[in-house]
């Protein structure tokens, strides 16, 4: 799929090139190269926040621990691919102690990619998984209280750098929540609140620190309980500014059919979709039984040559199939590499050794070929017109010794004027 076949992706500029005094560059050369996509192609950056800090010996991190002597390499590979990176604010691990905050470290993370021209996005600011342990019994007003100062605290101190969060995750489970001996202190202010207050907790207070983030409602179940949390939310007057949905396949690709399906479901509320935790395996499949994949713990899980294979393959068609739908806006494939992946799964694109899988190869050639203009050398008209088209995103354009910067944001045909200062 070209751009010519993704026109929902794609537009096209009709450019007026003038000099210094306003004048056109009649018949004269330009050359037009992409530089970025206007579409979300993101991974999580947990690997590399040793890197962005300058740390030989990192502290521990969920769902995420390359080695020090290969992040240098990771981080090339990351960058090579992706341009959005999810930074994990998992509360019990970014404020262990009250007061206490992970935030220099994680803002240096997210000021490294920023640097790299790369999106950021914080995950998440409210879940009742990996909720802190020092507000297990507090009241639940002092639960709730701490939970509006934390969303706030976070928002407002990377604001300019993280643009979107998760501002809710899997709040279709979290009021009913059990797989410890006393509930969490989320799970407990939800049961009291019920789902579409504690949204609103979340939502609101994210918006009242930063009101040009982009928030979103995340979640793994994509049942009719989602949609009908939806429908409650924004029935109550809250704004979503996009809708999450999980893609964990460690028990087998969908396949097309279920994955238009599932997007054509949420699609209807209007809203883009972000497909925010995306897996595919290249070992063996866990068992289909499996209800919560928590569950399924074994002590080695193996990429192998044949899972490989598959996975490049599956990974083809799952990029396509979500490009291809008007819907979704971002997609984030939950790991780079093998090394403390989450739960072990061998469901990274590059392995534990560094080296890369032929998963990683073709999502590379996808991006970076299939779905990546050439740089293009074209003429302006006697009136200094040129027509620029391409994918939706960042271009530079290059005339009479100068470099301007073009994009192109929307599907169709606009129009814009570029001068370039200093040129006659």
Same mark, same amino acid.
């Given at each position: ?50 890197? &962005?800090?300058? #740390?030989?010996?990192?502290? $521990? ?6 080695? @020090?002597?290969?992040?240098? %390499? +990771? !981080? ?90 998760? &501002?809710?995750? #899997?709040?279709?489970?979290? $009021? ?6 006393? @509930?969490?202190?989320?799970? %407990? +202010? !939800? ?234």
């Amino acid at each position: 799929m070209t751009a010519a076949h993704l026109g929902h992706r794609s537009g096209e500029v009709l450019v007026t090139v003038l000099d210094g005094d306003g004048r056109p560059l009649s018949h004269r050369e330009v050359v037009v190269e992409q530089r970025s996509h206007a579409f979300a192609f993101g991974n999580i950056g947990f690997d590399l926040i040793a890197l &962005a800090n300058a #740390e030989t010996d990192p502290l $521990p991190s969920a769902f995420g621990s390359a080695a @020090p002597e290969r992040a240098v %390499r +990771l !981080a090339g590979q990351w960058l090579e691919v992706f341009n959005t990176a999810t930074l994990p604010f998992y509360w019990s691990g970014f404020e262990p102690e009250p007061g206490r905050p992970d935030t220099a470290r994680l803002h240096r993370a997210a000021t490294w990619f920023a640097e790299r021209g790369c999106r950021v996005k914080g995950h998440p600011l409210l879940w009742h998984t990996l909720a802190p342990d020092w507000l297990r019994d507090a009241p639940l007003d002092e639960i709730e209280a701490t939970v509006r100062a934390r969303i706030r605290r976070e928002v407002t101190d990377f604001a300019g750098v993280v643009g979107t969060w998760d &501002a809710i995750n #899997e709040a279709v489970i979290m $009021p009913v929540f059990r797989n410890e001996p006393r @509930p969490n202190a989320i799970t %407990r +202010l !939800a049961a009291d609140r019920g789902r579409v207050a504690t949204v609103r907790l979340a939502f609101e207070a994210a918006r009242a620190a930063d009101p040009t983030v982009t928030l979103l409602i995340n979640d793994f179940d994509l049942s009719t309980a989602y949609e009908n949390l939806i429908e409650n939310v924004l029935d109550a007057g809250i704004v979503i500014d996009a809708i999450g949905l999980q893609s964990h396949m460690h028990q087998g690709y969908w396949g097309e059919e279920r994955t238009r399906e599932v997007l054509d479901r949420f699609a209807r509320f209007g809203l883009p979709l972000h497909m925010t935790e995306t897996t595919l395996l290249s070992g063996e499949l866990m068992p289909p039984e499996i209800e919560d994949l928590n569950d399924f713990q074994v002590p080695s899980w193996p990429s192998t040559p044949e899972g490989e294979q598959r996975q490049a393959d599956e990974i083809v068609r799952h990029y396509r199939t979500l490009l291809a739908h008007p819907a979704v806006q971002a997609v984030t494939y939950w790991g780079l590499t093998d090394e403390g992946a989450w739960l072990g799964a061998p469901c990274g694109l590059v392995r534990a050794d560094g080296t890369p899988k032929p998963a990683y190869d073709a999502l590379q050639r996808l991006i970076k070929q299939e779905w990546w203009g050439d740089p293009a050398t074209l003429r302006t008209d006697h009136a200094g017109q040129v027509e620029v088209r391409g994918f939706l995103g960042d271009y530079q354009l290059y005339c009479a010794g100068a470099t301007v910067a073009l994009a192109i944001t929307a599907p169709g045909r606009a129009l814009t004027t570029l001068h370039l200062k200093g040129t006659r």
